[in-house]
Nanobody
Framework: QVRLVESGGGLVQVGGSLRLSCAAS????????TGWFRQAPGKEREFVAA????????AYVDSVKGRFTISRDYAKNMVYLQMNSLKPEDTAVYYC??????????????WGQGTAVTVSS
């Protein structure tokens, strides 16, 4: 069973950038798509971005389009989320999970610890 571990979060000022990483252990990502999700304080977890296994299909929530970029490195078995022009509303704990294609619904209910992103104004 694949285990996903997120990293790269931190404290950044408005307009700053961060790159989040999602590492797979246990088995490779195989043919699964990978999605990023986030949960802000007091809110439900929401979809942020997803990339298909092939990388040819990508999806973003409207609020991050043009600012965030999802990518994968097959050799390193990693998926990244480059976040630019960060806003206070991007403050959340970010998680990665498997998805079907670029579905906005996680394919498993196994969540890691996530990585916290705080954007200060």
């Amino acid at each position: 069973q694949v285990r996903l571990v997120e990293s790269g979060g931190g404290l950044v000022q408005v307009g700053g950038s961060l790159r989040l990483s999602c590492a797979a252990s246990g088995r490779p990502f195989s043919s699964d798509g990978t999605g990023w999700f986030r949960q802000a304080p007091g809110k439900e977890r929401e979809f942020v971005a997803a990339i298909s296994w092939s990388g040819r299909s990508i999806a973003y929530v409207d609020s991050v389009k043009g600012r965030f970029t999802i990518s994968r490195d097959y050799a390193k078995n990693m998926v990244y989320l480059q976040m630019n022009s960060l806003k206070p509303e991007d403050t959340a704990v970010y998680y990665c999970n498997l998805v079907r294609g670029t579905s906005r619904t996680p394919a498993t209910d196994a969540w890691g610890q996530g990585t916290a992103v705080t954007v200060s104004s």
